[in-house]
């Protein structure tokens, strides 16, 4: 079976990453406690969890945030420092070569 889905859960203490195979089963699982200095850390935290996972031919990828995201990818997350539209979008989807949806947890 493929890989349907990448998808990581931001906190403010901890970022949880899954893959999902096309049945919708959670193959792996990854977690790490969110950077404390915030920031770019945050984000390169995030994209190196979430390549860890990453495999070849991979389906959609998607991160929930503790925050407002806005449709850019940039996100406003007050638990987080320096997170003042902070453009998290950007950093997986240049490492991915593919759209990275960003959307607020409560959504997601």
């Known amino acids: 079976m493929g890989c349907l889905a990448l998808v990581a859960d931001l906190g403010g203490t901890k970022i949880a990453v899954a893959r999902a195979d096309d049945s919708g089963r959670v193959t792996h699982r990854l977690q790490a406690p969110t950077p404390p200095a915030g920031g770019l ?34 996100v406003w997350a007050p638990k987080i420092r320096g ?3 902070r453009p998290l979008g950007e950093l997986p989807r240049v490492r991915f070569d593919m759209p990275v949806l960003v959307d607020s947890d409560r959504n997601a």
């Open 41 to 74: 850390a945050v984000v390169e935290s995030i994209a190196g969890l979430m390549h860890r996972l990453a495999t070849k031919g991979a389906g959609g990828r998607g991160i929930g945030v503790p925050g407002l995201a806005y449709p850019v990818g940039a």
């Open 83 to 85: 997170w003042e539209r």
